[in-house]
């Protein structure tokens, strides 16, 4: 891998020089050792790899969604569990990684497709594949850290080296359009990226439902605060057409070679034992009996353990992450079809039209979850029984089943969590912040390199503080 590094947003933009996927030296100029430019499929593969990889990456140095929804617990050090982002500076690592690895990158490949020859219709859906691959990461930017550098990002080239912080809600209604416009570009009766699009492989079709689906989660997070828009783009997402089967997951399958599994690097091929399930992750599983349970983690003297939350844990005393997670090849799902179903459930709890009732979509996201590691659906229904949907309390019955479901796909657990209250984290006594992280402070490069619009934008807020909660994040 090599790196072509140049300054951009007020950071030390790097932007990362990957292999084709599928080795495809074609793609590349004559010099394939020092090409001089990237073909836009190059470019994009690039930007996908590093989306998936960096939102997955369970690396203390990065996004810490584990930690934020305390799914995970540390062994030698513990000062991620009590929410010191600044010893190894994740927001800086998170930021760099989102806008230069991958939104620089599917910029790129727009200017390259510009420049080649398409047909109208591939044109089209390959400009789509770059502008939703886009759209995934911003929604993962706002999401996480709230105002955020977008309208004037990536403008270094038009003489912006220090970026003005737009608002988060705003970003949200541009979102929703660039959403619905991309859905009118594609050509369903044509192809994508067949080769460089590492996701979908250019069917259309699938992309279409990526982005309705996308559209749906940025509805639901809406819901306590525009509810009229809020309906609206949810009805409108279900209509045009969600993701509704399994192999429709926006999830993308490492080839065990070029491109490994963020976990298997972690730890397995680190060699390190630095994480367990956290005690208050297993003890929810144990109370109700999850039987996921079985594939999730293994068992100690008969039992299954999670290491406390806060501390520092010995590793051979707790049960273990099993080795399902941790191939080279695992695939990184980032928006699952359970997950649909989850948020379907909480669409027609809170009175939408969702294609059916919320007890229905409950327990088809619950066996989703569970079949999909396995599990004989029979499980399922034995589990649905015994914790049935409470419509009194909906969004306990949700919340809790969705951080349970959307185990190892902590960024969307972390949305589930904070929109719906549930379950109730509870802060570790020895925290270095004053509550759970609602957001993500701003990295701290940002107040080095573009101190008055950081400054500016933490001051709106209230505060650049891990309590802060985002515009939609009401109760």
């Not at 540390?74 to 989102?98: A, C, I, K, V, W």
């Not at 379907?344 to 979509?361: D, F, I, K, T, V």
Request: charged share 20%; with cysteine; hydrophobic share 40%.
């Amino acid at each position: 891998m090599k790196n072509i590094f140049k300054a951009f947003l007020g950071l030390t933009i790097a932007v990362t020089t990957l292999s084709s996927c599928e080795r495809d030296t074609t793609l590349l100029n004559d010099d394939k050792k020092h090409p001089s430019e990237l073909t836009s499929g190059v470019l994009l593969s690039m930007g996908q790899q590093q989306e998936f990889y960096y939102m997955d990456n369970p690396s203390v140095n990065f996004n810490n969604y584990r930690f934020f929804v305390q799914q995970w617990s540390e062994t030698d050090y513990s000062d991620e569990t009590n929410y010191n982002l600044l010893t190894r500076s994740q927001p800086r690592g998170h930021f760099q990684r989102m806008y230069v690895y991958s939104l620089n990158n599917f910029r790129k490949s727009m200017e390259a497709l510009a420049k080649e020859t398409n047909t109208p219709a591939v044109a089209a859906n390959k400009w789509v594949t770059n502008e939703l691959s886009s759209i995934f990461v911003w929604e993962n930017i706002v999401n996480t850290w709230g105002d955020v550098p977008y309208t004037e990002a990536l403008g270094v080239e038009n003489g912006v080296f220090a970026p003005k912080y737009d608002d988060a809600k705003a970003i949200y209604t541009d979102l929703l359009k660039r959403i619905d416009a991309a859905i009118a570009k594609i050509d369903l009766s044509a192809k994508g990226y067949e080769v460089n699009d590492i996701v979908y492989k250019g069917d259309m079709n699938k992309w279409k439902k990526l982005a309705n689906s996308v559209k749906l989660r940025l509805a639901l997070n809406l819901a306590d605060v525009d509810p009229a828009t809020s309906k609206a783009a949810a009805e409108a997402a279900i209509a045009s057409g969600v993701i509704s089967s399994r192999n429709e997951s926006y999830s993308f399958a490492y080839d065990g070679v070029t491109f490994t599994n963020p976990l298997f690097d972690n730890l397995v091929a680190s060699n390190r034992d630095d994480f367990v399930p956290s005690n208050i992750f297993m003890d929810a599983l144990n109370a109700k009996n999850d039987p996921r349970r079985d594939v999730w983690f293994t068992k100690v003297n008969g039992k299954y353990v999670g290491g406390v939350f806060g501390t520092t844990n010995t590793y051979a005393d707790f049960s273990h992450i099993t080795d399902m997670f941790k191939q080279s090849k695992t695939p990184s799902n980032m928006l699952s079809y359970a997950e649909i179903l989850l948020l379907r459930a909480e669409g027609a709890a809170r009175g939408y039209n969702m294609g059916g009732a919320p007890e229905s979509l409950y327990a088809q996201a619950i066996t989703e979850s569970m079949t999909e590691y396995g599990l004989d659906a029979q499980k399922a229904t034995d589990y649905i029984a015994a914790h049935p949907y409470d419509a009194a309390n909906w969004k306990k019955s949700i919340g809790e089943e969705a951080w349970v479901a959307m185990y190892n796909r902590a960024f969307a657990a972390w949305n589930f969590v904070r929109r719906l209250d549930y379950p109730k984290l509870q802060n570790p006594s020895t925290s270095f912040v004053k509550s759970v992280p609602v957001r993500m402070i701003y990295s701290d490069q940002e107040y080095t390199q573009n101190k008055k619009n950081v400054t500016a934008a933490a001051s709106k807020i209230g505060g650049d503080d891990v309590s802060t909660k985002l515009f939609w994040d009401k109760y």
